[in-house]
């Protein structure tokens, strides 16, 4: 069983930052891509950016050069730094880790979503 936990969301003006963090723990063997979606009302559920464990790094579009993913392989945690937000930027953010659970089976779980909203 893997649990994450995210924080970090909240209300912000357009123009300002953001930082979401996710921690993921529980039966973790090792983790290879650590990731974040966003879900807008009435959207689907779309990539923002996601990070291997060797650091390759993958973003939408509307993510690069504002958008920042970083982890913390020590704390098996991944973070998103977001700038220079925008009212379309609102959405709820999950975060989504894949990896090796202890017992050889391969997991992919979410977290609970943190919700994002920017105010024009």
């Known amino acids: 069983q893997v649990q994450l936990v995210e924080s970090g969301g909240g209300l912000v003006q357009a123009g300002g930052s953001l930082r979401l963090s996710c921690a993921a723990s529980?039966?973790?063997?090792?983790?290879?891509?650590m990731g974040w979606y966003c879900q807008a009302p009435g959207k689907q559920r779309e990539l923002v950016a996601a990070?291997?464990?060797?650091?390759?790094?993958n973003y939408a579009d509307s993510a690069k050069g504002r958008f920042t993913i970083s982890r913390d392989n020590a704390k098996n945690t991944v973070y998103l730094q977001m700038n220079s937000l925008k009212p379309e930027d609102t959405a709820v953010y999950y975060c989504?880790?894949?990896?090796?659970?202890?017992?050889?089976?391969?997991?992919?779980?979410w977290g609970q979503g943190t919700q994002v909203t920017v105010s024009s």
């Open positions: 990070i291997t464990g060797g650091g390759s790094t």
């Open positions: 529980g039966s973790i063997l090792s983790i290879n891509v």
């Open positions: 989504n880790v894949v990896g090796l659970a202890h017992g050889g089976n391969y997991f992919r779980s």
